[in-house]
């Protein structure tokens, strides 16, 4: 289920997901369940933090919320990332739905 790939802090939540480079910017592109990630695909190649920008200006415009309210927690180098959004978990998955 899409929402193991969410978890609730005090500060938001963190969404687990894992990054697809190549494809067109999509959100959600699909879920991992072994891994428990929700999959996004964007167009950006990852060359000095490039798609890292990318993912958190297209997760901004997906959520309806400002860049400010969105921050990479883990994973910086890496195709599974955490990303806190100051958001309420249902907020979060009314969005997903």
């Not at 193991?4 to 999509?26: F, L, M, N, T």
């Not at 490039?50 to 415009?61: S, V």
């Not at 890496?78 to 978990?89: A, E, M, N, T, V």
């Amino acid at each position: 289920m899409m929402e193991d790939a969410i978890e609730e802090k005090k500060e938001g939540c963190i969404i687990h997901i894992r990054v697809k480079i190549g494809g067109r910017r999509r959100f959600p592109a699909g879920y991992d369940e072994w891994r428990k990630r929700i999959e996004l695909e964007i167009n950006e190649e990852p060359v000095k933090g490039k798609a890292n920008r990318t993912i958190i200006k297209f997760l901004a415009e997906f959520f309806g919320v400002s860049e400010e309210d969105i921050k990479l927690i883990y994973g910086e180098k890496s195709k599974d990332k955490g990303i806190l959004i100051k958001r309420s978990k249902t907020y979060i998955l009314s969005k997903l739905k």
